[in-house]
């Protein structure tokens, strides 16, 4: 592993990726890069309406991503610095092939790969699965307006999708190293011990 790895967190939606991103930057005094949510002006409008939204949503997404990523390489990465991130590049393909249809998809897809190939990935992702359940309740628990309107078919989608990309991406990159946390009985918020042995397993990669 290198002494300075680029760390990801990532899970469907209200898995607990800023949550646990942020607990083991604090842990680990590394510094954390963090989605920009409150500035979006396609989300709420987007989960009124996913087919009139979903271009104008993902192409925001992917070109927030590349604006911070490219900033994440230079002051990091570049440097030889490690950094954790609440999401991998990824997500972008994963949410893209879900919510986009037809020419729209195709041409995400290339514009993706071209905005995204060349970017440094990801050394470690701590991935955490949970079920609908879960990440309704957690959804419910953060209470953002716009997400009240979440279809839990969309979200079981997620999740599925989230399980085939994870393992594809497992098959394409084997050196990464990919960490899953079962978020149904792992609970690094309430249980310190929890926290302990996931920020003790990346204390060991980092070594
Ligand atoms: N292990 C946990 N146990 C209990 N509550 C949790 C846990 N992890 C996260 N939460 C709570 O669930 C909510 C969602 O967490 P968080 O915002 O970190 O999720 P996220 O994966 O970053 O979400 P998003 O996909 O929207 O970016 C928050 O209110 C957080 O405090
Ligand atoms: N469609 C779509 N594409 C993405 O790349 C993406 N990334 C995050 N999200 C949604 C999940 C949370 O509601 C909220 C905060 O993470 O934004 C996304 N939605």
């Known amino acids: 592993m290198k002494h300075a790895p680029f760390i990801a967190v990532e899970g469907p939606i209200g898995a607990g990726k800023t949550t646990l991103a942020t607990m083991l930057a604090n842990e680990m005094q590394l510094p954390v890069i963090k989605e920009i949510v409150d500035?979006?002006?396609?989300?709420?409008?987007?989960?009124?309406?996913?087919?009139?939204w979903s271009f104008q949503l993902e192409m925001f997404f992917l070109c927030n991503r590349f604006k911070q990523l490219e900033d994440t390489t230079t002051q990091y990465i570049d440097k030889g610095k490690s950094v954790i991130s609440d999401y991998h590049i990824y997500k972008n393909l994963i949410f893209g092939e879900r919510t986009l249809k037809g020419?729209?998809?195709?041409?995400?897809?290339?514009?993706?790969?071209?905005?995204?190939?060349?970017?440094?990935?990801?050394?470690?992702?701590?991935?955490?699965?949970?079920?609908?359940?879960?990440?309704?309740?957690?959804?419910?628990?953060?209470?953002?307006?716009?997400?009240?309107?979440?279809?839990?078919?969309?979200?079981?989608?997620?999740?599925?999708?989230?399980?085939?990309?994870?393992?594809?991406l497992a098959r394409r990159e084997p050196s990464t190293v990919i960490i899953t946390i079962d978020g149904n009985k792992v609970d690094f918020v309430e249980n310190p011990e929890d926290f302990a042995a996931i920020a003790e397993q990346l204390k060991e990669l980092m070594k």
């Open 39 to 52: 500035e979006n002006p396609f989300l709420d409008k987007f989960y009124q309406n996913m087919d009139d």
């Open 103 to 168: 020419s729209k998809r195709d041409k995400y897809r290339e514009i993706y790969h071209i905005l995204t190939d060349d970017f440094p990935k990801p050394d470690i992702i701590f991935y955490i699965r949970a079920d609908l359940d879960t990440l309704l309740a957690r959804i419910a628990k953060r209470a953002r307006t716009f997400e009240e309107i979440i279809a839990p078919a969309y979200l079981q989608q997620l999740i599925e999708d989230y399980d085939d990309a994870m393992a594809s």
